[in-house]
């Protein structure tokens, strides 16, 4: 056969085994390794046409369910690593873990947060801020050289300074650099591990008013090593392995009394802050208090009177578990998921505390705790 | 539709492919016309009915030209009423507000910017289907009577957004009367693989980079920074526009077809005229025959042929997008031209190829900084940033992390804009047996790499929005 017979063959042959594959193939309405729902094929109808959402549907069903999607994605990850990239769709990839780029922050959206928390403090009694640095922070010398990322301890100092006296900041950052050596942050995931929460927790004590347990009130259960998490979502990359989720039990048999989750429209009951469901599923990080919602309440068995009110982002699930021994009520509002102003879930009044835990990605792109403002 | 994505690779082209092989020699125009109708409806669902108007003035433009023929002064305004409408329908949509707010800024009026959106690929495809008309009556080519025949041609997908322009002329005879070959399938397959490559695997990730460098304030851009990302974007788009002419005429080659080339290495050209040879031909040409040649070209002395070359450039630029960024482009580009017509030849002609290629690229590079930056504010920034003027400094970390990101994938560039990679394939084709095998390898290989790169396309810009 000539050359030229098998160029077009083959080309032909891969043009009509694909697509065929693709929609003889059985369909998936969740991508389980890249954590979300795929999309729907749009109705063909005049009007999605005209404006051209049924076009637009339509490519991303075709592209969502492609045959073999995902070894596609993580065939691209190689190319593009062998190619020379060190950063593939925001997020770095080392021999060791990956890391997600947090890179340099619209200054005016950051300063806008920090006035929201310091016109709260100003009118609220008690109230701290914990700033996270994420993984990229604490590893950054594992990152590719000159790699343009933001200097994150500089910059939570830098933050810290705009609260105000009323608002009091908890450094995290020095005693998570001291701990680097251990499993503080996931290899695979953006969040900090148990022990990377516990370690803050440590460092939280003083601003926060209790005398933090040491490691051995906890017993420490491992409840998956098959844990890939959301930087591997978006790369795919195999490289790195798989990471281990660890909880943290206060050994107390009565320290949780109930867990209630306020979705807004509905309201559930547990009786544990671990959503063990989750382990079962590619969202494993969620086994600590589920995925995120517009509030959720931890009631504990102690009878101290102390309630703590937590504005926050995902790295407030893990840091949680440690505030068990120290609370008997802990709420955790997440602005992101609320529309409007908080106070139609709870009155920040009923709280002796507050406490704004967020990581420094979250904390520099997102503006919904703005909406504190909003409050009466 | 666009050629570089899932969609269109992989559930357009197999239909419309196997409708085209197994109906009859009959119905291969209407499968044609049809998925040239679906393909830019897919883009634009309303906006193709401007399409059928252009095509169907044009045709009939054409039917009365050669139903008068011997009555010169109705042929003229038969003309003139196409060409009205033609530019009109192009003036409308796409120069709207750019006259609006110029005229505004001008004169202090305050006229309302009915800020229409511009079709796609719009100065592409009137510029086709003029070439018929202005054809017809210089009484260059033979009317075509068949309707469904002409709309065949200016809706044919493989060039209506992006190019290259198709005269009608280069296509009379296929239009109606082609035939495809094995011989000739392989080599369009080939020239569309390797079209797809250039445009997923090295536009889109060497673009990617210009984006980060363009996302630094002007001001603020270390002079490395700023070579990297215009160097950047001087890839971008050759790989973007040529990976899409390739396409198009790799695809017309498959059908039988045969579309003029529309790029030839114009990075290793050793004069800016030649580069405006080997760069959009079919645009040059265009622009040499419908506009410069009528104008007069170079027969009536010095002062007249500067002002043909003018008024060619003005237009050239003004063609690319309605801004004064891209005037400024093309009269750059005039002066240059009329410099080396002048005097510059006569010292160029002197020096070694290689000075004369880099002469022609770094100004060429210098044009890119006119084009893709809106605004002479920043375009002047950006220069003083390149020349070291700038307040950013020559280097910083940031620099040389882009520069050890994007180093293998600028020598890929480099290597791709040159015919080193064309000869290397001719010399081992020649020496070995079964290198030929190599082709339908390569060629599977980069289809399934590219496949890759759409399913998880991040960054898959359309650069000819504004065209």
Known sequence: ????????????????????????????????????????????????????????GFEGYFSDHFVLRDQWIAAKTQVELAAGKKEIGGVFLTKDRMMEDVSKPDQTLVDKNLAAIKTYADRHSSV????????????????????????????????????????????????????????????????????????????????????????????????????????YSKTLYNGIGKDSIDLYHYQDDNAVSEVVVNAGSKKSSYQSIYFRDFLDKKDKYSVFLGSNQPVVTVKTG???????????????????????????????VDLRYINGSYEKYLESSDYDQTLFLYNVSTFTTDNSIQKLALAQ | MVFSSLTFLYVFLPVVFLLYFILPKKAKNIVLLLSGLLFYAWGEPVYVLLLILTASVDYTAGRLLDKYDDRPKLRASFLIGALVINLGLLAVFKYTSFFVVNANGLFGLNINDPKLPLPIGISFYTFQSLSYTLDMYMRKIKVQKNYLSYLTYVTLFPQIVAGPIVRYSDVANEIDERKTTVSLAGEGVGQFVRGLGKKVLLANNIGALWTLVKGIPADELPMMTAWLGILAFTFQIYFDF??????????????????????????????????WRRWHITLGSWFKSYVYIPLGGNRGGTAKTLRNLLVVWFLTGLWHGASWNFILWGVYYGVIIICEKLFLMKFLDKLPSFIRIVYSFFLVVMGWVLFDIDGLGAAGNFYKALFGFGKGGLMDGNSLYLLSTYALIFVLCILGSTDYPKKLANKLIHKFKYACYLAPAYELGLMLVCTAFLVNATYNPFLYFRF
């Open chain 1, 302 to 332: 102690n009878k101290n009177g102390k309630k703590l009110l937590i504005f926050k982002d995902s790295y407030a699930h893990c840091y949680a578990q440690f505030l068990i021994p120290h609370y008997e009520e802990i709420a955790l």
């Open chain 1, 1 to 56: 056969m000539n050359a030229k017979k098998l160029s077009v063959i083959l080309f032909f042959v891969l043009l009509f085994l694909l697509p065929i594959l693709t929609f003889v193939l059985p369909k998936k309405t969740f991508s389980e390794s890249e954590n979300r729902v795929l999309t729907t094929m749009p109705a063909p109808t005049l009007d999605n046409i005209t404006d051209k959402k049924f076009m637009n």
């Open chain 1, 128 to 231: 701290s801020v914990l700033l996270a640095p994420t993984s990229a922070e604490i590893y950054k010398d594992e990152l590719p050289p000159n790699a343009p990322v933001l200097d994150q301890s500089a910059w939570i100092a830098s933050a810290y300074e705009k609260l105000g006296a009323n608002a009091h900041p908890i450094d995290a950052v020095s005693a998570l650099h001291k701990a680097k050596n251990k499993e503080i942050y996931y290899r695979t995931d953006h969040h900090w591990t148990s022990l990377g929460a516990f370690t803050a927790y440590q460092a939280s004590g003083d601003v926060l008013g209790f005398t933090p347990l040491s490691a051995s009130a906890f017993e420490v259960e491992r409840a998956s090593d098959q844990f890939l998490g959301t930087l």
């Open chain 2, 242 to 275: 040529s990976g899409y002419s390739d396409m198009a005429c790799g695809l017309g080659k498959v059908m039988g077809f045969h579309f003029p080339e529309n790029f030839n290495y114009p990075y290793l050209s050793k004069s800016i005229s030649e580069f």
